[in-house]
Structure formats: C-alpha cells, structure tokens
C-alpha cells in the first residue's frame, strides 16, 4: 500500500494542540523506507463543493470562522484543501493518506474537532462508487454521517467511544450503521463488534464497489483522548478483516495522538490488510 504524504502538512501548529504536526512526523519517518511514497494535489473547490456547502468553503477560506478544537490557522484552506487532496490521491492508488489536518467531523455545512474539510467524503462522492466507510476512529464521525445519512451509494459504519465528543452516533440510522463502545473496553469486545458491524453492512443487499477507512488511531491503549484499549495487535486483526471483504481498499488518517505508537499501529493496519 502506497503512502500518500506531504511535509507541507506540518507547517501549521497551535502550541499544546493534540493535533500536532509531530504525530505525523514521526509516522512518515517510521513508514518511510517501508512503503512508497506519493505526493498529493490540493482538491479544488469544486471537489470540496461535492459534500460541503459554498459557504463553509467560503468561511474556510476568509477564516471568518470560529471553533474552539479548529484554529483559524494563517493558510488553513489551502492545508485543508491539500489533505482533502491527500484522500482523493489514496482512493486513486489505493493507499493511505497520512495527511492533517483530518476531516471527519466536518459536515456539510459545519467544521469542529480538528476537522476542515471531510477528506474521506470528498473522495468517496468524487470516485463514484458504491462505497463502504468504515469509521475506527474513538470518536464518532458525525460529519461523514451528516453528508451521507440517506445516500444509498453508501453504507457507514462507526465504532467508537460513548459517552464523548461530539456526542452523536449512540444508535443506527438508516444507512449509517453506529456502534459505541466503553471507554477500554479492549481487543476481544472491539474486534467482535466489529465482526457484527460488517455483518450487518453486508446483509443488507449492499454490495460495495469499495471500501474506505477513516483510521483514527486514538482507541489504541495509551490515547489521552478517546482509548478502547486496543494494542497494535488489534490494528492488525482490523486489517485482516477489511482484506478479508476481497473489496479494494483505501485509508486515510483522522485521529491517533501518541504520536511514537502512530507509525507502528498504521504499519499493522496495512499489514491485515495485505495479510502479511
């Protein structure tokens, strides 16, 4: 699996944020010489306008915005159009894209936790294609929910931590599939909600063209934000399951904030995936 990454997504940084450029850093420099590495475009606006409204795009772009978690970063359109690049790239060439800032709680018409733009819902609309989203990351996606809740190109399923941020995802909902899970609840209760999160996806006469995975790793064991105590063992069984669909595969990164664990959990990731 090809990496797709650029240093340009470091150059931003609030001090003390747990979005940091570090996390990233260290991840490519323990992927780098394991895995090939591929360069993104920016998304155009037109890309982004598939799932997002003119006016956040617009808000965005003047910085006349305000979230407490999302700085108005000098530049932050154009970092946020880069790893919304990062995405459509990784869902060209079947990669991950190790990219920030990450994207999914951005709806169509609002940003929050970190996120900009919906990296991973720019490039399923963008690709056409019958797609299943699976959400890992220890927060809910409630941005890819708000963009995709009734499209029948599209079946997401999440599993995260409950109760936490944002505080939505605590049922199913149409084609949104939400699984919460307690705080370090651990490998064998994750993994085996897991199984039956894929079993319901695919029961449901939905025969994905694809799968794409929004890879938050903060449910891993030593998370400050959002841990279900899972070890990089588990990342791995993740992988094997998804391979195991036979559906071709795209990643990008959303959370994850031990920022020397970032690059060994990715590596297991892909490793289940590849079945190595």
Sequence with gaps: MKIVYSERCLEFAEPGHPESPERVCRAAEYLRGRYEFVEPEPASEEDLLLVHTPKLVASVKSLSFFDYDSPAYPGIYDYARLAAGGALRASEVRGFSLMRPPGHHAGRDFLGGFCYFNNIAVAVRRSGRKTLILDIDGHHGNGTEDIFLGDPQVVYVSLHRAPLY?????????????????????????????????????????????????VGLDGYREDPLASLGLSTEAYREIGKRIGSLGRPVFAVLEGGYVPEALGPNIEALIQGLERR
């Design 166 to 214: 944002p505080g939505t995802g605590l049922s199913s909902v149409g084609n949104c599939l939400n699984f919460p899970l307690p705080a370090r609840c651990g490998d064998a209760i994750y993994l085996g909600t897991l199984d039956d999160a894929l079993h319901e996806a695919l029961s449901r006469d939905f025969r994905p063209e694809q799968v794409a995975l929004s």
